[in-house]
């Protein structure tokens, strides 16, 4: 009896041993799949043809072939979501609606950077004021539910500085300025709200040097904690080393609202090696700066930037992008 004790009890102790070792690659695969993209926002901006050509194409149903190809080619990537800068008012939300069908279709979330027609007076409209855009704000979300799906975000008013009274670093209306952000963000989160949609308001693109005057600590709370900045900068590294003083400033994460080369004025010609090399150095800064939290790329088609030439045929860039877009980091395991 003694020795059949004894004899379970070295099982037992080897049991105890034994397990562990058994179940480490277990825990190990484990840590290893609790990987996340390098940024939670990923996007690219398509600007050039889902806005500057609103007018033109509004009524054009072979259009959606150009508007699936775009949305097809962003989302091969690796992108979260793709931004649409059609504008908000009534007359072209079925241009919008086509734009977010593709996205829809193809596993996109979507960034809302449009803005109301007459904010900067595009497509002839007549400017709007502040007030104005607030009521029309409101209006657009509600009476477009469908639009929406969480996770989206919505801008209700990019570069606003571009529009309106004006940029806040020359009319002299800093504190006007903020308010009406806040009174934009808080619109808009209440607007999604009543609708069941639970969708990141806010996420207001600017200038560098006007987030520097306007993004102070508690503008920055009032506007969820993160700074869009629009930038455009000839060195690649500078860009992340930008996005840590206004985190630093603001004490919020930083989206890179538009990054993008060249610039000719800025970076003057580049050729496509050129350009993938200055790409390539700008994301791999980015990846090394944790308070930068998303990047949209700017553009897809349409611009001196671009990821795509005209025909379609892909830029080196396009590898570029879709590396980082792509690629993942380990989580801290829990």
């Known amino acids: 009896m003694f020795k059949f004790i004894m004899k379970s009890k070295y099982i037992l102790i080897a049991l105890v041993l034994t397990i562990p070792i058994i179940m480490l690659p277990f825990l190990l695969k484990e840590q290893v799949e609790k990987k996340e ?63 977010v069908k593709a996205a829809r279709k193809n596993n996109l979330k979507v960034w809302f950077r449009g803005n109301f027609n007459g904010w900067e007076n595009w497509f002839g409209y007549e400017r709007i004021d502040r007030e104005q855009h607030k009521k029309l704000l409101k209006e657009f979300i509600v009476d477009n539910p469908d639009l929406f799906e969480d996770g989206d975000i919505f801008t209700s008013c990019p570069e606003c500085e571009n529009g309106g009274p004006g940029d806040p670093r020359l009319n002299g209306d800093p504190e006007g300025h903020k308010q009406f952000l806040i009174d934009e963000y808080n619109i808009s989160n209440e607007a999604f709200g009543s609708i069941g949609k639970k969708v990141n308001s806010g996420f207001y693109s600017m200038n560098f040097d006007v987030a520097k005057l306007i993004m102070d600590s508690e503008t920055t709370r009032k506007l969820g904690n993160v700074v869009v900045i629009d930038h455009y900068i000839k060195d690649p590294v500078q860009v992340s ?46 990846v090394k700066t944790p308070e930068i939290t998303g990047i949209n790329y700017w553009v897809n088609v349409g611009g001196s930037t671009r990821l795509w030439n005209d025909d379609g045929q892909a830029r080196k860039a396009v590898d570029v992008i879709k590396t980082y877009y792509s690629e993942t980091k380990l989580q801290a395991p829990r």
């Open 37 to 99: 993209p390098y940024w939670e926002f990923r996007s690219v901006d398509t600007v050039k043809y889902s806005r500057d050509v609103a007018g033109q194409m509004l009524k054009n149903p072979d259009f959606d072939e150009v508007i699936d190809k775009q949305i097809a080619d962003i989302a091969s990537l690796g992108a979260s979501h793709v931004a649409i800068g059609s504008p908000y008012d009534q007359k072209y939300v079925p241009f919008l609606k086509r734009w």
């Open 241 to 286: 080393e930008d996005a840590k003083f206004i985190a630093k400033q603001s004490g919020g994460k930083v989206v890179l609202g538009e990054l993008g080369a060249p610039i000719p004025d800025i970076h003057g010609e580049m050729t496509e090696e050129e350009q993938a090399e200055w790409i390539k150095q700008a994301l791999e800064e980015a």
